[in-house]
């Protein structure tokens, strides 16, 4: 059972009050089950909070303890303690103290009894895994407690536990029951055909979801496949084709990497566009068409509209609705709940026998993931085929560039600090500006900053 949002705390007002004006929130998440992957994430936000105790509990629950401020989170996981840890405020800082658990408690890998957190900690309870952020960007009016047990997305493709990425999914469904042309950005394997088909299907529209990959497409073919030929049109037309376009007529033509289209084919696509009929290579006639158009692409359209190598016209035609996937790793509080998606498409006697070992978990939690959602579905495929009918994927299960992610944090610190210098020379030693593309509070880059000697002042002249 989930108590309300406000129980034995502070009210939404004082809440904001407390915060002050940018609504940036301390947040717990449970990342992932290992023992059981299926298992939804919770998001618990632990502003107005001045203590939260997490034990063993015959299932998830959350309840309110003695006083005002303090709060209890159970969950059902054998190798934790009744009562585990305990997250407590110290000087405005949050610290984890392990409670004599039986298995201890990890913080990034590493067994303590107290650590002071930093925002992004992993924390290890039994087989369950925490995630600690020091400042979400939140509305006053997020719920305090969000348990996708009882709040899964219709659609495949639009669950997540972070309220920001929650307002930009919002906003697609008056999006998808319009007529308003849409543009996914984000990095390959950010899962775009996914949320294209999920417009699609929130749409409402008869016809079919016709993908295409603009850039598997022949050049000299790319006309003749979108807009169909007649028999002859061409040496090689021995017949009709109706073409990629008329295919999705009443329904969506998914456009995958659209920067990749010819000249020629942009502007017989804009032409398809503008008066909603196509005309076949070798047709006499034109025919009409009812087309939705989604567009997507992992490069700044904007910037080759600015270069020349797209059309501006075309360009203005599409991006009605602009939508940018985040990469994988600037949503690691997501990384359970898409574990549990891609696993649920295994037969269901099949899914409910996987498990993940500890160390295996911990080793995706802490990989970077450069190939982002595909690269995550190809892992759990494989591994769970080699993990056999004994269900457990372990470490040797994942490929070695997630082994690797355990090989310590020395590694990642020195990329973090990497990241930081080139960033500060980008923004000129702005360190909000930095602090916001690396998805993180100002404090935060303060805190590296100081940790690895780096001094902002020298990037701004």
Not at 285 to 302: F, G, K, P, Q, Y
Not at 427 to 453: F, P
Request: hydrophobic residues 40%.
């Amino acid at each position: 059972m989930i108590d309300g949002p406000d129980t034995g705390t502070l009210s939404s007002t004082e809440e904001v009050k407390e915060l002050g004006d940018a609504h940036h929130r301390p947040h717990l998440f449970i990342v992932l089950e290992a023992h059981r992957p299926l298992a939804p994430p919770l998001r618990l936000s632990l502003a107005g909070l001045d203590e939260l105790v997490i034990g063993r509990g015959a299932g998830r629950e959350i309840q309110a303890m003695a006083g005002a401020r303090r709060l209890a989170v159970r969950t059902d996981d054998r190798r934790m303690s009744s009562t585990h840890a305990r997250l407590g405020k110290l000087l405005q800082r949050w610290v984890v103290d392990d409670l004599n658990s039986k298995n201890g408690t990890l913080v990034d890998g590493a067994r303590t009894t107290r650590a002071e957190l930093e925002d992004g900690d992993l924390i290890e309870l039994g087989q369950t895994f925490f995630l600690y952020r020091e400042a979400i960007p939140c509305d006053p009016d997020d719920p305090r407690v969000l348990d996708l047990a009882s709040a899964q997305a219709e659609v495949p493709g639009l669950a997540t536990v972070l309220p920001q990425l929650r307002r930009v999914f919002d906003r697609i469904v008056p999006i998808a029951r319009s007529t308003v042309s849409v543009i996914l950005e984000g990095e390959t394997g950010t899962g775009k055909e996914v949320m294209a088909r999920a417009l699609h299907t929130l749409s409402g529209r008869t016809g079919e979801f016709i993908a295409v990959n603009c850039g598997a497409i022949p050049k000299d073919l790319v006309e003749a496949e979108l807009f169909g030929h007649k028999k002859g049109a061409f040496s090689g037309a021995t017949e009709d084709r109706l073409g990629l376009v008329r295919s999705a007529d009443r329904g969506t033509l998914f456009l995958d990497e659209i920067g990749d289209l010819p000249a020629p084919a942009q502007a017989a696509l804009l032409r398809t566009l503008q008066e909603r009929e196509v005309r076949p290579i070798g047709g006499a006639r034109s025919v009409a068409v009812d087309l939705r158009v989604i567009a997507a692409t992992h490069r700044s359209l904007e910037r080759m509209v600015e270069g020349g190598a797209f059309r501006a016209d075309l360009w203005n035609r599409l991006a009605g609705h602009q939508i940018e996937l985040p990469p994988l790793r600037a949503r690691r509080e997501d990384l359970g709940l898409l574990t549990g998606a891609i696993l649920a498409r295994l037969p269901p006697e099949h899914a409910a026998r996987v498990r993940l070992h500890p160390r295996a978990a911990r080793a995706m939690l802490r990989h970077e993931w450069p190939g982002n959602v595909r690269e995550l579905e190809k892992c759990l495929g494989t591994a769970v085929v080699l993990a056999g009918d004994e269900g457990q994927v372990g470490l040797e299960h994942l490929p070695p560039a997630v082994q690797r992610a355990l090989e310590g944090l020395k590694a990642g610190d020195a990329a973090r600090q990497e990241e930081l210098v080139r960033l500060l020379g980008v923004h000129k030693g702005n360190v909000s500006a930095v602090a916001s593309e690396m998805g993180k509070a100002r404090m935060q880059i303060q805190r590296w900053l100081k940790r690895y000697g780096i001094d902002a002042e020298r990037f701004r002249r």
